[in-house]
């Protein structure tokens, strides 16, 4: 079975990105055939994993509006053991031509419909915001996962997002659930990041994953050399909970 997530939060800088590749690595590593998708019009997924985004001639943009078979597009990378679906400048437009498209929530659902069955975990990283791209990426999912970093204004625009991801599953996904939560950059020296923790839990009671990502230079880090954490600092306490949070993952789901 193929799980599809899409990482959301119309928040930027709450670790999305790096959750959706870091996670994608571990999960190759724990066997699992992964490919990301970035559908982020910054493209930071695509930088991340040392892709020049100006220089990708074939990626979600084309996939999205002209039709492209995510096959013709498909990057590989076989050290990670991860396939990318690379983002660029271009997608940016994308709003706009989606605006007139027939089906244009669902142009990136039907397109990765052939490639399901290549892979066991399709990470669809979606922009900070709640925009046609977005919608895209919800409709194609099967789950939403949340990377909310443990800060207190990090709460507000939660309830927004649970809101929208409700409107989605009445009118455009209804089988869409949200899988959990992740905590991200987790500061253990203060007692507010504690208190967001809890504050979450108690709003998303079962939803928040045990493991959470510390704060770490090493994870700030990785972006710059093209690489994820496993590759780039294995042993760092960043690295130590994305391999945590893989496996904790991988066993819910096969419990499922």
């Given at each position: 079975m193929t ?8 928040k930027?800088g ?6 959706a590749i870091n996670?994608?690595?571990?999960l ?6 992964v ?13 991340c ?19 492209t078979?995510?096959?013709?597009a498909i ?19 994308a ?7 027939p ?6 659902k039907h397109s990765?419909?052939?490639?399901r ?15 046609l791209?977005?919608l ?12 909310v970093?443990?800060?207190y204004l ?12 409700t ?11 949200i ?15 504690l208190?967001?923790?809890?504050e ?11 493991s ?20 780039f ?16 993952l ?5 419990k499922?």
């Open positions: 799980h599809i997530y899409a990482l959301v939060n119309q930027g709450v670790g999305k990105t790096t959750t996670l994608g690595a571990y190759a590593q724990l066997g699992q055939r490919l990301l998708v970035d559908l982020d019009p910054q493209a930071n997924a695509t930088s994993l040392g892709i020049d985004k100006r220089g990708v001639q074939s990626g979600t943009y084309q996939v999205i509006i002209d039709n078979p995510p096959l013709d990057l590989y990378n076989p050290k990670l053991g991860i396939a990318l679906l690379p983002s660029s400048p271009a997608l940016s437009g709003e706009v031509e989606l605006v007139g498209a089906q244009r929530e669902a142009r990136l990765l419909a052939a490639t069955k290549d892979y066991d975990y399709i990470l669809i990283d979606c922009p900070p915001s709640l925009s791209l977005t895209n990426g919800l409709v194609a999912a099967q789950s939403v996962l949340i990377p970093q443990c800060e990090a709460l507000e625009g939660l309830g927004q997002l649970a809101q929208t991801i409107r989605v599953r009445a009118n455009l996904n209804t089988s869409l659930t899988r959990g939560l992740v905590m991200t950059m987790f500061d253990s020296r203060t007692s507010l990041a208190q967001v923790v809890e979450v839990r108690k709003h998303f009671p079962g939803k928040v994953f045990t959470i990502i510390p704060r770490s230079v090493r994870l700030a880090e990785a972006p710059s050399h093209g690489l994820p954490i496993s590759a600092s294995p042993t760092s306490t960043g690295a130590q909970a994305y391999a945590a949070l893989a496996d904790e991988l066993k819910g789901d096969q499922q």
